[in-house]
């Protein structure tokens, strides 16, 4: 009697079996990008709250980095100096207004306001009289590691 080549009914119930686990476990996993999402928005934002003090000590004028959600971060400038506010939209290095976004992330632990300010000597504070310096970290949803803030400093890391 010869032999005829193929699959036996258990070699086939258990390929089904095991790609069925791996759509079930894997595939989910793979799909979700919401740990890459978390790393680039915290990139961004580090980012951002560097672009900001060396906007600051550059143009010799205050740079607002405002959280208007916990999702955006806006820098503004001070149209003059000295100035107690920012009131025009700081460009990015592309010309347009800086503006880093990502809805489905958040960032916490800025100061009550939502609002950094960049001091012309590169100092962050937490008011826009310089008074009150900010040294704290900034989480992101989904990272381990918070954007760390030295406002005596400057550094952002």
């Known amino acids: 009697m010869a032999r005829h080549g193929g699959f036996t009914l258990p070699e086939l119930i258990t390929v089904m079996v095991v790609i069925g686990i791996l759509s079930a476990v894997a595939l989910p996993r ?6 890459l999402t978390g790393s680039v928005f915290r990139a961004d934002v580090v ?25 955006t971060v806006t820098l503004t400038i001070a149209s003059a100096n000295p100035a107690g506010a920012c009131n ?28 950094l300010y960049f001091q012309t000597v590169g100092t962050i504070t937490s008011d826009g009289a310089g008074t009150t ?8 949803t ?10 005596a400093t400057g550094y952002v890391e």
């Open 47 to 71: 980012s951002a709250l560097r672009y900001a003090q060396k906007s600051a000590v550059s143009h010799r004028r205050l740079v607002c980095a405002t959280f208007t959600t916990p999702t």
């Open 142 to 151: 989904g990272q381990a590691a918070p954007v760390r803030v030295d406002g």
């Open 88 to 115: 025009t939209a700081l460009s990015a290095p592309d010309g347009s207004p800086y503006k880093s976004k990502d809805a489905s992330i958040q960032a916490s632990g800025y100061p009550a306001g939502g609002v």
């Open 30 to 35: 793979m799909m979700d990008n919401r740990v």
């Open 133 to 140: 310096v900010f040294s704290g970290n900034i989480a992101v």
